[in-house]
């Protein structure tokens, strides 16, 4: 069945402008003025803006933490992302013992209930050389994406030296090494002192992760990357400095290229103060509004490379049960620390906050324009990723995953509009002007405003190649 989406005004990473879009099957089949099609269904989006649907390099489905799990799984947290614009998400999977192809075809399985397109990143948490030997194996299974981490000592951090093995071997099968940026040890030394003194409340969470750590730590893996003529993408850039580190070796020719997550371009350790705090406590943590304002310079600048969400819900109070899609679920969250900050599981809600938030912060406020927000939110990712022209982009022979955008739809944003499977929203009676009326996963309508058309399964894995270094 064909469709026709006709009088909308497109908007692209470089372009806007007013054309029809005829989709067939699940691919755009033709761009251009005043198109016809004898059978095809007529969508009018005069009025509306057409954007590729979203792309999320960063969300946490259904992610053991701490004797938990993240509240959204892969039909709950597709399902949010797609009522958010996004119609393709990429997932780390965690790296069990029993090596890469035994923990990949677990991720798998959680994600047969699919309902957007999703890929996934490798979690390196372990290295020797029998790993070394089986990277290149990841490339052939589409994951082209390694990522590393210089924090969570004897939990997930590599040495530096082995870092920076893999980054060659990365770099050697054309695969991308993504990094969380911290310092491990200060970190290690400065939980043990707040513990030892009794300071347990979620601020001490961000106060034991100083922001110093994460700059260094961006610069440190920047010289890596940069000895292993690798390209590097740090995740989740949090705090000023590491947009200056960032700025610094990219006009050095180093091929690092970074994300921020929206919740690193609002909220400060303020917010970690309040009754509530353990609502905002992730990893890296929030920082001052001098952050906030710096990270939302290196998107106007053109200094970062994309917004991912790092979306790991949990329930604020998960003693008590939501309702979803007509049954009740409650899933233990941040209570678990309620009297020991580092029993806090560690992770936001976020995936359907992120294009309809920076829609309004960003592109109404003159921060950024449509067409940076696109390139942040769809473009750029699917080009890191390997996934570029098939998805963020309105092409001929793009898959048809559109969103129709709403640029004056006003909405009162909170918990109770949402499908993220949590029983908070950083975001709640924030007002919004611009919002998704109708997405399409590879031309199937899944969303049409309020209602849910998606069904479960229907979401591919998408094998990834080498990405573009941007
Ligand atoms: O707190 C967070 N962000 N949890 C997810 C894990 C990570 O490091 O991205
Ligand atoms: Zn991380
Ligand atoms: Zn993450």
């Not at 979203?54 to 938990?68: A, E, I, R």
């Not at 210089?150 to 695969?175: C, H, P, S, V, W």
């Not at 994309?306 to 939501?322: A, I, Q």
Request: contains cysteine; negative net charge; proline residues 5%.
């Amino acid at each position: 069945m064909a469709i026709l989406i006709k009088n909308g005004t497109l908007i692209s990473a470089s372009d806007t402008f007013e054309a029809d879009i005829l989709i067939e099957g699940e691919t755009i089949a033709q761009i251009g003025k005043r198109l016809q099609h004898p059978s095809a269904e007529v969508v009018d989006a005069r009025g509306k803006f057409i954007l590729p649907g979203g792309v999320d390099p960063h969300v946490h489905l259904d992610l053991p933490m701490f004797d938990t799990v993240s509240s959204d799984d892969h039909y709950t947290g597709h399902k949010a992302a797609a009522f958010g614009g996004t119609t393709t998400v990429m997932d780390f999977v965690v790296l069990e013992g029993e090596g890469f192809a035994h923990s990949v075809d677990l991720w798998m399985k959680k994600a047969e209930k699919a309902v957007v397109d999703y890929s996934f990143h490798m979690n390196l948490t372990q290295f020797n050389e029998k790993i070394a030997k089986e990277i290149p194996a990841l490339m052939k299974m589409g994951i082209q994406t390694l990522k590393v981490f210089t924090a969570y000592n004897g939990r997930l951090r590599l040495a530096d030296g082995d870092i920076f093995k893999a980054l060659q071997i990365a770099k050697e099968n054309g695969m991308l090494t993504m990094a969380h940026c911290e310092n491990g040890d200060v970190i290690e030394t400065l939980v043990a002192e707040a513990l030892a003194a009794g300071r347990t409340t979620p601020e001490w969470h961000a106060l034991t992760r100083p922001a110093w750590g994460a700059v260094e730590s961006t610069l440190r893996m920047a010289g890596m990357a940069a000895a292993a003529d690798a390209p590097v993408y740090i995740v989740h850039m949090n705090a000023g400095g590491e947009v200056d580190m960032l700025k610094y070796v990219r006009e050095r020719g180093v091929k690092a290229m970074g994300e921020t997550c929206p919740q690193y371009l609002f909220f400060t350790i303020d917010n970690l103060r309040r009754p509530d705090g353990a609502k905002w406590v992730c990893s890296p943590p929030m920082r001052t509004q001098d952050d906030n304002a710096r990270l939302w310079e290196g998107l106007t600048e053109n200094i970062l490379q994309t917004v991912g969400t790092d979306h790991c819900p949990f329930f604020f109070d998960g003693t008590k049960p939501l309702v979803y899609e007509g049954e009740p679920i409650a899933i233990p969250g941040k209570e678990l620390g309620r009297d020991d900050f580092t029993k806090i599981p560690n992770g936001l809600p976020g995936i359907q906050d992120r294009m309809p938030v920076l829609w309004t912060t960003g592109v109404r406020a003159g921060k950024i324009t449509a067409n940076q927000f696109v390139a942040y939110m769809c473009a750029n990712p699917a080009k890191i990723f390997g996934l570029y022209p098939r998805k963020g982009a309105l092409l001929e022979g793009s898959d048809a995953d559109i969103a129709i955008w709403d640029p004056e739809k006003k909405v009162k944003y909170g918990a109770a509009l949402l499908h993220q499977r949590t029983d908070y929203n950083l975001y709640e009676g924030w007002e919004l002007t611009g919002y998704p009326e109708k997405v399409f996963l590879r031309g199937k309508l899944i969303v049409d405003g309020a209602e849910w058309k998606g069904k479960r399964g229907d979401g591919k894995f998408l094998k990834r190649r080498a990405g573009e270094i941007l």
